[in-house]
């Protein structure tokens, strides 16, 4: 039996490299005759560096930039082994998980560290450019991000507006004469992790502000900063940004690296998966099994587990997803791309609890798959 392991991080636990290794040993220790083929994985978030530059060979590359909210922080990305991809993550330099959780602010955190990223890149000799979008502090539109890059936000009067989610409040005119001449020979793609558009109730200010520190009021201030955002875009750049598939992706970093700068938009998992060769890896597979630290609704809009599914069900092979918590809303109707659901926590605990043991209840759980694995095996084997 040939199995493909192609799970996603666990965030704050493990890394998908040490869910991958944790799953197969468990498979090892249960299943006789086994072959597994380790393949990690990433949506645009967390480890999106890490899975291409191992899966691919490159190296890891370390830059200072300025931080959400105005410090200094050290940002690491990848440069592949092609010679002309670079890899960023915008959490390594605009991320939530670089803030205090008081420190949570929408409305004056900045993407600008982003775009230095890219600046970084484009001066390592970079033509292509994936810019991995999970896990942002922002609700600027990419403002900062393309302000980095020489774009210019400006008021009525002309002057610039205040960086951050609550400056756009008072944006006129977006000056683009100075961006960065060398974006002209790049090509930028956002690895989107989720679907959501710009605007609206499933939209970046909406959805995800509250995540990010919103207050409710503040929801509705940045949700009526973003729609005049997009409307100075489609005004002064004649690109429509309000309703494009993953356009509220990082609070809305992705329009503003589709309005601004021209950049392609993509499903972060499909953009992965492609580059990793998945499609060819899955050939000969008998089963897949890939993992998530949590499963519920927004695992189906093209996180991790579910493009790895979509990817498996194109060549009719089952796919078995593992999973630290399971939300209420998974229903098997809903989550039927999935031949089985495999929880790892055997009894109610504490998320500190559950996180600390994550690589042993992942073992756990993989050798009584593969026990189950085993005896469909022999039965057959048998008749």
Known sequence: MRILIAPNSFKGSLDAFGVAEAIADGLARSVHGVTTVLLPVADGGDFTTA???????????????????GRKVTAAWGMLDDGTTAVIEVAQASGLSLLRTEERDPMIATSYGAGELVSDALSHGRKRIIVGLGGSATVDGGAGLAEALGARFLDANGAPVARGGAGLAALERIDVTALDARLGDAEIVAACDVDNPLLGEDGAAKTYGPQKGATPDQVEALESNLS?????IHRGLGRDVRRVRHGGAAGGMAAGIAGILGGRLASGIDLVLDCLGFDERLRGCDLVVTAEGFL???????????????????????????AGGIADDVTRSAFSIFDAIVPICPRPMSLDEAMSKTRDRLTWSAEQLGRILSLVVRRSSTT
């Open 228 to 232: 005049r955002f997009a409307d100075v």
């Open 51 to 69: 899975v291409l530059v191992r899966g691919l060979g490159g190296r890891i590359v370390e830059s200072t930039v300025l931080g959400p909210l």
């Open 296 to 322: 519920d609704r927004q695992t189906l809009e093209n996180k991790a587990p579910y493009g790895v599914a979509r990817a498996a069900e194109r060549q009719h092979i089952p796919v078995v997803v593992m």
